[in-house]
């Protein structure tokens, strides 16, 4: 019988729900200070270093509650400006607020720059209230005090407008606009704005070139191709663009500054290409795909700073290094290694010095040398598609005849699972259970035609390609078919439930965290409802016949469930409102079905404070024991 992790010898639950750490790093134009988001708990900060001192910060900027950085820029060697963002809970990426704000590197001159209050800045300059939402675009290549902005008003739905501004006296030039909402620009290195690129209000993917002052549209051909431009080269000679040929992978390509005469420059047949490093005059260096095991791709060996990072590279072997930041002369170079099993850690490295310094983890509380190594691997489906599947093996033991717990990612379109550290899987790695990830039809990193695929699937193919998932490691004796559970967060939680209607006999019990169980009610409850691009997305990722949302929806079919089931939900969630939750549970009931429940009030999508993750962890981790564990009489 398989031996689940011993509880002495398990990393605590603690661990993997520590909240904290620093993310951002952002070298000063002049390599003098590095500013760095800080999470601790619930507070936020942008903290700012001397690099010649990192023990004692110079300044401290204490964001407000459930506040947090999403963007860090230096617009001169002693002024910066911060995007914020807000965490409505652990499992989504925290939500761009649309509000920015100006600080020196004292922590003094204190500005609002885009505000949707009207306020009294702490600079002591009054704004009116800006009624929309904005973001930093980018910074002149060479510092001038300025930045550009990208601002979307609620009232206008049909435009886009960029604008130059002084980060010192919050003062803007309009010197963009286009006739489409929810557009990113992109600039060469005078500030010239050339492309516009987005996704328009029925979800379609669009780009438009500056051509004799007036947006044009390029040409898709029937969908099947796309062009994204990237980034300028500084001489303005080249574009740099990742492209889609009849929908497959991106591959990353550079043209001419009009988009014409491409060359390849990097290109996997199976992913697209998703890690790119770049030089500071926007040259990209290497490339790696974003499936499998990333392993960069040197587009110019020559270049000086291609061969530092392949020097960076084979100084970590087995990890995967970024380029984060650089000095504006380039000669200081912050950058951040990381794998499947360390979350990362930060290094400066001065080229002039050729010396490397640690600066800090990701998480503090990750020790890699107890995680569990992550390999991916390839399967075909049932219909003959080629899928790609991530397990998780725990630490010391052989991939053979394990507990297994199929871990369904949220989405579901356009989002992954990859090789890098994910804290679930190392978790139930941790105690003993192999982990399996499969990047079903609707994830990214393989194409739009891969992405799209998932559109109106969310209860049948994207199900099967899971659960085909589950029978390729149970041939490959990977998986002990007897002891298989499911556990999954967002769209996983409503793939927790499906996968076991599904496939009856096949699990022996199932998790939905901060699930959709009804797919009806997201026309009704919850925040994807709330703007036209969101109810135009429901259209298309699930329909509006109500007797297909009621086939596909877990709560209308909850006699059909033949396991126990372990509900958890934050009460306060507005992505997957709590009643989806009761809804479900409510199933559950009727049908006379075993169920636990947990949920906490305040907590949004996915728990978010550490002594709730602990609390949930702990039930996870009985639960599954309880029904996969070790004592557990087969059947």
């Known amino acids: 019988m398989p031996v689940v992790a011993a509880a002495g010898d398990r990393v605590p639950v603690e661990a993997f729900a520590q909240r904290g750490g620093y993310s951002l790093p952002t070298l000063s134009p002049d390599g003098k200070y590095l500013a760095v988001a800080v999470e601790q708990g619930e507070d936020h900060a942008v903290v700012v270093f001397l690099v010649s001192d990192m023990t004692h910060p110079k300044s401290l900027l204490r964001l407000p509650a459930s506040q947090l950085a999403n963007d860090i820029r230096w617009v001169g060697p002693e002024r910066l400006v911060v995007e914020l963002a807000k965490s409505f809970g652990s499992l989504d990426r925290p939500v761009a607020l649309g509000e920015i704000i100006a600080s020196d590197a004292d922590g003094k001159r204190i500005l609002p720059i885009f505000n949707r209050d009207w306020v009294d800045g702490r600079g002591g300059t009054q704004r009116t209230a800006d009624d929309g939402y904005a973001t930093i675009a980018s910074v002149p290549p060479k510092t001038n005090g300025h930045f550009y902005m990208q ?13 130059d501004v002084d980060a010192s006296t919050g003062v803007r030039h309009l010197i963009g606009q286009i006739n489409l909402s929810n557009m990113d620009f992109l600039m060469d290195a005078d500030g010239n704005v050339r492309y516009a690129e987005g996704v328009d209000i029925s979800n379609k993917h669009v780009v438009y070139r500056m051509q004799g002052g007036r947006w044009v549209q390029l040409a898709d051909e029937d969908g099947d191709n796309r062009f994204n431009p990237v980034a300028f080269s500084q001489d303005k000679q080249h574009l740099y663009a990742l492209t889609s040929v009849k929908a497959g992978p991106y591959s990353l390509v550079q043209t001419n500054a009009d988009g014409t005469q491409p060359q390849l420059l990097a290109k996997d047949d199976f992913g697209s290409i998703g890690e790119v490093q770049w030089t500071p005059q926007n040259e990209p260096i290497s490339a790696a795909p974003a499936t499998g ?4 791709i040197v587009i110019n060996g020559t ?7 392949q020097a960076l590279y084979a100084k970590f072997p087995n990890q995967f290094v970024r380029f984060s930041s650089f000095s504006e002369d380039g000669t200081v170079l912050i950058f951040e290694v990381g794998s499947d099993r360390d979350p990362g850690t930060y290094y400066l490295y001065d080229m002039r010095a050729k010396k490397i310094v ?8 990750i020790d890699p040398e107890k995680m569990g190594k992550r390999v991916p691997m390839h399967f075909t489906a ?6 790609e599947a991530i397990l998780t093996v725990p630490k010391g033991a052989d991939m053979n005849n394990l507990p297994m717990v199929l871990l369904p990612h949220g989405g579901p379109i356009g989002v992954q699972d990859d090789w890098f ?12 259970y192999l982990v399996l990830q499969v990047n079903y039809r609707g994830s990214g990193s393989r194409g739009p035609g891969f992405s799209d695929a998932g559109y109106g699937q969310w209860g049948t193919r994207i199900q099967q390609d899971l659960i085909d998932g589950v029978k390729w490691a149970e041939a490959q004796h990977f998986a002990d078919p007897k002891r298989v559970c499911v ?10 439930m499906m996968t076991v209607v599904r496939a009856p006999g096949m699990f022996k019990c199932a998790i939905g965290e901060a699930g959709i169980y009804d797919l009806a009610m997201m026309y009704d409850k919850g925040d994807i409802k709330d703007t036209k691009y969101g109810k135009n997305y429901l259209k298309q990722a699930i329909g509006n016949d109500p007797s297909d949302l009621a086939a596909n929806s877990p709560d209308k079919l909850a006699d059909k469930i033949d396991v126990p089931v372990l509900l958890i939900h ?26 636990e429940w947990l949920t906490k009030p305040k907590e949004g999508h996915g728990f978010y404070k550490e002594e709730n993750l602990v609390d949930m962890y702990n039930h996870v981790q009985a639960f599954l024991e309880k029904n996969i564990g070790p004592g557990v009489q087969a059947n």
Do not use: C, I, N
């Open 421 to 432: 550290f994910d804290t679930d899987a190392q978790f139930l790695a941790s105690r003993g």
């Open 358 to 365: 640690s600066l800090f983890s990701a998480s503090t509380s």
């Open 151 to 163: 601002t979307y008003m609620w009232d206008d739905e049909k435009d886009t407008w960029l604008y």
């Open 570 to 595: 934050g009460e306060a969630d507005e992505r997957a409102p709590f009643a989806q939750a009761k809804a479900m549970r409510a199933a559950l009931e009727t049908a006379h079905k075993p169920y």
């Open 303 to 309: 270049q000086p700073l291609a061969q530092v990072y």
């Open 382 to 387: 049932s219909d003959g598609m080629s899928l």
């Open 293 to 296: 095991v990333p392993t960069p």
């Open 487 to 496: 556990f999954g967060a967002s769209f996983g939680g409503y793939s927790a």
